[in-house]
């Protein structure tokens, strides 16, 4: 990073993958979960990495042997891990990273860390769709508490949105393809992932 601030890693695995029909940190590539799969690569560039799950899922095998945050907040999407993590310790800076990104590469966290603002309170990359911010691979400075607690108390639940409408460093994605996630059985075609352990 541009400044010397503690990076702790958080993998979000707390959705309910509604449109995916199963368990998306659950979803295998090569033999290996998509969430240990992210964890691992966190866990070559961050202090600490932690999972984000619900309470419902937190003794579920999969999210077994990872050190976890659960979310202390309800209908909140993502921003419930997010919130969470940054309740746990207000102190460090977050990168946060979907479980769901099965080209994320170490190339894209590299990228991420060397280019991260000091000054803005996210860093995020362009989405390669819509030139918008991605929130779901993204670092969170301890200063972006405050502007996600006031965007959250005026109904906002978005954190892109969020992102939008804050002063956020934004990337050009090194791997274009890295951030490409699989939300529907349709998405997994060709891409080697499985629905079951």
């Not at 601030?5 to 707390?14: F, I, Q």
Request: hydrophobic share 40%.
């Amino acid at each position: 990073m541009t400044v010397n601030e503690s990076v702790w890693g958080l993998v979000l695995a707390g959705g309910k993958s509604r449109r995916m029909g199963a368990d998306k940190a659950s979803l295998t590539q090569n033999g290996e979960s998509q969430l240990s799969r992210a964890v691992k690569l966190l866990q070559a560039h961050t202090e600490r990495t932690f999972i984000s799950t619900s309470a419902g899922q937190q003794d579920d095998p999969v999210r077994q042997g990872f050190e976890k945050i659960v979310d202390a907040y309800d209908d909140l999407g993502p921003l419930a891990g997010i919130l969470s993590a940054m309740d746990m310790n207000p102190a460090v800076c977050w990168l946060v990273l979907a479980c769901d990104l099965p080209a994320i590469d170490d190339l894209t966290i590299t990228h991420l860390l060397t280019h991260a603002s000091g000054d803005c309170p996210a860093t995020a990359y362009r989405s390669v769709h819509d030139d918008l911010p991605e929130p779901l691979c993204a670092i969170y400075r301890p200063t972006a508490r405050p502007i996600i607690d006031r965007f959250v108390a005026d109904g906002f639940k978005c954190p892109r949105k969020i992102l939008i409408n804050s002063p956020t460093q934004l990337l050009t994605q090194p791997n274009p393809g890295a951030l490409h996630n699989i939300n529907s059985p349709e998405d997994l075609a060709g891409t080697g992932i499985e629905q079951t352990l």
